[in-house]
């Protein structure tokens, strides 16, 4: 016989999924946006403000369930992640309505190179794929390849930011500042997703071993 | 599941070090009913003033070895032990130890509140200072106040001292039991689910003492109450089949426990 808990566990673990699968469409709407210049801030705010609202629910829910059940040791780590996934998740639709926002506000930009995004932006992508699968598959062992990944995402945002300010670029096109800002922006904003993909797999990390992750 | 019994079992009953840092130390208790076992090579340490929990399924042998703790079990018609159980350092079951110091060092509550029926408040508090030989009036009022003060119960009955301790409600009874043994100066106090016959308001009564109580008092209470074991005790012990399957700090046994047996009772897997 089901206990009451694993109800309630059940309908979290089907609302964390929820935000998973539209955290990564809002970032992959984001990316697709920077890449072929279709705006989509409306439809990736609506994303955003879903994955807000869904937040708010697993916090409400959650809750809930320490209140009703007091849950202990595996559960309770569950319960006490599922807080801080839905968070990573909130804030994965709201770097990606940033990235709208800042492509919305600076205008098209066809003529800009934007291979290190596009590069980053691969990672990024893969990351969240990963992160979300960890939680699946509740896999412990993700989090060490995820921050190697997170290192080079970091190493390719500070590469950039050197070459921006670069002595040798310091008369820069009207049009040359809007690749490079909006860029530079873009990028910031995939190092924070990619933070928050390896904060994720840190909570798998912790429901599975009671643990912090060894990097944190 | 006997296989992963077996295997923790294993883990349990490695040698105690340092025995002089604790109050109670209970070494291989083995424990029976008649040639039915209730205990199984048992092996546990308490520190002093702290709150040790035990829990685990009906059935278990919490009640049994708490009960073992002042010599109560040997009481009961069949029933016998082997092992240790050293209080301060000195074995209780050493043939040289008069079992009613033992009941008076080691005192005990029970489940449900007992009070002599036929006894005053007050009387039932001083009971057992007259039975121990102590007569004077003033020291016995003085102790009787104490008691009752410890038990958090001494404003609510001051002025009805003479009433009949039954006429409490049952949270008062409870807390009237807790004076009277603590009115002996116990250096440990047993609780065999002190709570379990009261009410929210009354409970939380209790585990507000516990924690009071223990600045003075070693405390080892059963509690079926796993919420209770996590909110009052300092350290917690799960017993399943006479055996003691993890013992350790109540945080780590709550948040992560080692054993998975233990994980699946507390979780409520099984139980």
């Known amino acids: 016989m089901a206990r009451l808990l694993d109800i ?52 409400d829910f959650t809750t809930e369930l320490i209140a009703r059940y007091q849950p202990v040791a595996r559960d309770l780590r569950f319960i006490q992640s599922c807080m801080d996934i839905a968070y990573g998740f909130s804030r994965f639709g709201r770097y990606a309505y940033d990235i709208a926002d800042v492509l919305e506000t600076i205008g098209p930009i ?13 990672t990024v992508k893969d990351m969240i794929t990963l992160s ?70 840190d909570c798998v990390h912790y429901i599975v071993t009671a643990d912090s992750s060894p990097r944190r | 599941m006997e296989e992963l019994i077996r295997e923790q079992e294993q883990e349990i009953g490695k040698p105690l070090e340092g025995i002089d840092k604790y109050k109670v130390v209970i070494r291989n208790i083995n424990g029976w009913f008649g040639t039915k076992q209730a205990l199984k090579n048992i092996n546990l340490n308490v520190k002093e003033k702290t709150v040790a929990a035990f829990i685990g399924p009906s059935g278990c042998g919490k009640t049994t070895l708490i009960r073992c703790l002042n010599r109560m079990h040997e009481m009961t018609p069949g029933a016998r032990i082997e092992g240790e159980v050293l209080v301060d350092g000195q074995d209780i079951y050493d043939r040289s130890m008069d079992p009613v110091i033992v009941k008076r060092r080691v005192g005990m509550v029970f489940q449900k509140p ?84 009261l009410d929210p308001i009354a409970s939380s009564k209790i585990e507000e003492l516990v924690r009071v109580l223990k600045e003075h008092v070693t405390i080892i209470i059963v509690t079926h109450n796993m919420q209770q074991a996590a909110r009052i005790s300092d350290s917690t012990a799960f017993m399943y089949l006479g055996e003691m399957i993890e013992y350790g700090p109540t945080n780590q046994i709550f948040k992560n426990p080692e054993k998975e047996l233990t994980e699946r009772y507390i979780s409520g897997i099984f139980g």
Request: proline share 3%; aromatic share 6%.
């Open chain 1, 110 to 122: 066809p003529d800009c190179d934007k291979s290190r995004v596009v590069d980053m932006a691969k």
């Open chain 2, 114 to 197: 007992n009070p002599f029926p036929t006894m005053s408040i007050f009387d039932n508090v001083a009971a057992g200072l007259k039975l121990n030989g102590i007569k004077d009036k003033k020291l016995i009022s003085e102790v009787v106040e104490e008691g009752l003060r410890g038990a958090a119960l001494w404003d609510e009955v001051k002025n009805e001292l003479e009433k009949p301790g039954m006429s409490l409600s049952g949270g008062q009874q409870q807390r009237l039991c807790i004076a009277r043994a603590l009115a002996l100066q116990p250096e440990v106090l047993l609780m065999d689910e002190p709570t379990s016959a």
């Open chain 1, 8 to 59: 309630g566990l059940d309908r979290v673990r089907n609302l964390i999924m929820d935000m998973a699968i539209l955290a990564r469409d809002s970032v992959n709407a984001a990316l697709e946006s920077y890449e072929t210049g279709t705006m989509l801030r409306a439809q990736i705010f609506e994303y955003s403000e879903k994955l807000r609202v869904l937040q708010l629910e697993v916090a």
């Open chain 1, 132 to 201: 979300v699968d960890s939680l699946k598959k509740l896999d412990k062992d993700t989090s060490k390849k995820l921050y190697m990944m997170d290192d080079s995402v970091d190493a390719l945002y500070r590469s950039y930011l050197r070459l921006v300010l670069a002595p040798s670029k310091a008369s820069y096109s009207y049009s040359e500042v809007r690749c490079f800002v909006s860029a530079l922006l873009i990028l910031r904003y995939l190092e924070r997703i990619s933070d928050h993909a390896c904060y994720i797999s």
